[in-house]
């Protein structure tokens, strides 16, 4: 893992959903220690992306480097927290169990969790304040303390790469700033952190870098030169109001309406 | 009843159907968390067909219909495993929904089954050997001869033994399929595991419980079990007890009765322990939670009470 290559090298990825392409010849570079921000349309193919590059969905073509090296050689570097209503709460597990699968990754086959496990486990719920919930069904745990729940399992897999889909999406306001300053924090430590956003109105306290995309790359680099609200009216197909450029435009409405393209999120 | 104890016969039953419940309810729980009971519903129905193929096919090899597990549970696995691969193709392959090509399925190789059935109970000259096949439409568990229970140990034990061997790999796969797959575990490989273990679980139990309702025995005791633990092996566990439970009484009550078929009695046992646990079990008990809002809402009243009190003074 050298320190100059990028910590995500995306070449021509192109996904398909049977024959509807849902991303076409992306290029994408993330460097080292970033915190990128993904936004798109509903339907752009931000969670595709994601899921793409870590082989969740088939990539059609296109090559994914992970820290210089190829995807299948380095897999373990990315940790994943997926959309926090893609399971069933209801799952008999506990919290603890729930965080200590974060090190399923290192340990193998067949090895179950032991003491060091658990323990590593316990430190990431006491990062995320959940050290009281650890022994508590998760499906008692609130919308914002699952998130956090499956932020802190993605920490015990202790990659310097972290993948989050939408980690905004229905927690509240108090638990959004909480897990911003620890997505900051872990930035700090020199981890690359990649998220997929939906709220243009917080980009710019929240992102160093940001990707545009709507099935292309629109543009993708620091905010201030990827985030001009031409820019902006290109992914969305239509022009946004109120928007200057440069971050200025923290008025902007987040509702867009009568845009092409609006089915679920892909 | 004491004495059937010491019957050499009725203890290769008794083991037999509890070994049986055992296994599917262990089983069944992975079925009832990833939402499957209706692909092992096709499964347990398709195997019929399977089951009188390989029967007439011992016919046509020896001159004699046989009906010992070991040629009739691998005729389930290909028909089961046949009626699967089949699905998946037809919805991959046309727009129809998993559901519709789930029950399209099942009633294709279920009818074809029952259809086979009535021609080999009927075929002149006689076919030797098929009294006796009806019943694995609803099961008979006395029918089970040592060799059967040697086969039903057999793969039961090693069904078991995997799915404690990958057990976090099945736990972590069931909970969340994308996050597993984000580990590097293949989806592919896990899926099938998952399915195999489904399907053994299943055709083990065809002769005692019937291909009709063996679906019940493989989801009924983890329904049950759900009620009372809030831990996966926990639920595994009490699962495989409620399972075994109910078979061991219907094996009980098919030596007692010997014309009455076992599997509506194996299903009934495991029904009466599902309606206990849905009424009594504490957290998620009907009874609990009924009582939890009523000392909600008497709490709720003392408090209005109290404030408009206050509010008056």
Redesign the interface.
């Known amino acids: 893992m050298s320190e100059t290559s990028p910590a995500l090298k995306i070449n021509g990825l192109t996904v398909a959903y049977d024959s509807i392409p849902v991303l076409w010849n992306v290029d994408l570079s993330i460097d080292q220690g970033v915190m990128m921000g993904i936004v798109g349309p509903n339907g752009a193919g931000k969670s595709t992306l994601l899921?793409a590059v870590?082989?969740?969905v088939p990539r059609l073509a296109g090559r994914i480097e992970v820290l210089g090296k190829r995807f299948t050689k380095n897999?373990?570097q990315?940790?994943?927290v997926?959309q926090r209503t893609?399971?069933?709460w209801d799952?008999?597990?506990?919290v603890l169990?729930?965080v200590t699968?974060g090190t399923?990754?290192s340990?193998g086959?067949?090895?179950?969790?032991g003491a060091k496990q658990k323990k590593q486990a316990m430190e990431a719920l006491e990062r995320f304040e959940l050290s009281e919930f650890a022994h508590r069904?998760i499906?008692e745990l609130s919308g914002g303390q699952q998130q956090r729940a499956f932020l802190a399992?993605a920490l015990v897999q202790n990659a310097p790469i972290y993948?989050l889909d939408e980690p905004f999406a229905g927690v509240d306001a108090t638990t959004e700033k909480a897990i911003v300053k620890l997505l900051q924090s872990l930035r700090d430590e020199g981890k690359t952190i990649v998220v997929v956003h939906h709220d243009l109105t917080t980009i710019c306290d929240y992102f160093d870098e940001i990707t545009l995309i709507n099935k292309k790359i629109i543009s993708s680099g620091p905010i201030d030169c990827a985030f001009t609200s031409n820019l902006l009216e290109q992914t969305y197909g239509g022009p946004i109001k109120n928007c200057g450029i440069d971050c200025g435009f923290r008025d902007a409405p987040v509702e867009l309406q009568g845009l092409p393209g609006n089915s679920d999120d892909a | 009843m004491l004495e059937l104890l010491t019957d050499h016969t009725f203890r290769t039953v008794f083991l037999g159907t509890a070994g049986i419940g055992a296994v599917s309810g262990a089983v069944g729980c992975f079925a009832y968390l990833r939402r499957q009971s209706l692909i092992g519903d096709v499964v347990a129905h398709s195997s019929l067909l399977g089951i009188v193929m390989f029967f007439l096919i011992s016919y046509l090899i020896t001159g004699e219909g046989n009906k010992s597990l070991l040629v009739l549970i691998p005729g389930a696995l290909v028909a089961g495993t046949a009626a699967l691969l089949l699905t998946r193709w037809i919805i991959q392959e046309t727009r129809l929904k998993p559901d519709s090509g789930l029950g399209v399925m099942l009633a294709i190789f279920f009818g074809s089954g029952i259809l086979l059935l009535r021609w080999v109970q009927r075929a002149t000259p006689s076919i030797p050997g098929k009294r006796g096949l009806e019943n694995y439409l609803f099961g008979m568990a006395a029918a089970m001869t040592e060799s059967d229970l040697w086969m039903i140990a057999i793969l039961g034990t090693s069904t078991i033994l995997l799915m404690l061997l990958v057990w976090k790999e099945f736990k972590v796969f069931t909970f969340d399929p994308v996050f597993a797959q984000s580990l590097g575990l293949s989806p592919a490989w896990l899926d099938t595991l998952l399915l195999m273990m489904m399907v053994i679980g299943i055709v083990i139990g065809i002769q005692s419980v019937g291909v009709v309702l063996m679906i019940a025995l493989l989801v009924t005791p983890a329904s049950s079990a759900r009620q009372w633990t809030g831990s996966l092996g926990a639920m595994v566990g009490l699962a495989a007890m409620f399972g075994a439970v109910s078979g061991g009484v219907g094996s009980l009550v098919s030596f007692n009765w010997p014309n009455m078929p076992t599997g509506p009695v194996i299903v009934l046992v495991a029904t009466i322990v599902f309606l206990f646990s849905l009424v009594f079990a504490p957290q998620r008990g009907l009874v609990y939670r009924y009582a939890k809002r009523k000392r909600m809402a008497k709490e709720a009243q003392l408090e209005h009470q109290s404030s408009a009190v206050e509010g008056a003074n």
Do not use: A, E, N
């Open positions: 899921k870590l082989g969740v897999r373990q990315i940790g994943y997926p893609s399971v069933d799952f008999p597990t506990t169990d729930l699968m399923y990754g340990l086959w067949v090895w179950r969790p069904q499906g399992r993948f």
